[in-house]
């Protein structure tokens, strides 16, 4: 997607940004079963402006809606863990995403990505309660980064998809 003008490029970031913020805070409220697993329906969003505009872009609105994010309805602590699966989770995308793009799908790379997102949230665990032991709970979190990357990935190709129409 290219924009002739930087007016409008910066209308549709802040328009991403606005979707995944809006998602994250509704998510936010739905309850947790099992600790450290759920949708992340707003990272549809980064994945999209990393299809569409770039890595750069990605990780823009990935920042801003951590950031804001937190702030409506976390603390410090949620968004340590955040910034760090959501920094981890992009910057690994946007590698494989540049590298491999033509030999992997959008779903394996959004698998991938959750992967990384797991491993950056149990880092910041790691550090809190000072023992990397925690990282026995990762095969669990791995199993449902299978499930929900994979429809991530599948819900931000369909999106990037349609959006290239406008």
Known sequence: MRYKKPLNK????????????????????????????????????SLVVLI????KEALIVMFLRTLLGSMFTGSVSSFLFSIAGG????????????????HLSIESISIVGAIFHNIGQLLVAAFIVKDFRIYIYLPVLTISALATGYFIGLTGKFLSKHLEKL
Do not use: D
């Open 10 to 45: 910066i209308i549709f970031l802040s328009l991403m940004t606005a979707i995944a913020l809006i998602i994250y805070v509704v998510e936010s409220q739905i309850p947790v079963i099992f600790p450290g697993i759920k949708l992340g329906l707003a990272n549809v969003i």
């Open 52 to 55: 569409t505009l770039g890595g």
């Open 87 to 102: 920094l981890l989770s992009n910057v690994v995308m946007i590698i494989i995403y540049r590298k491999f793009r033509k």
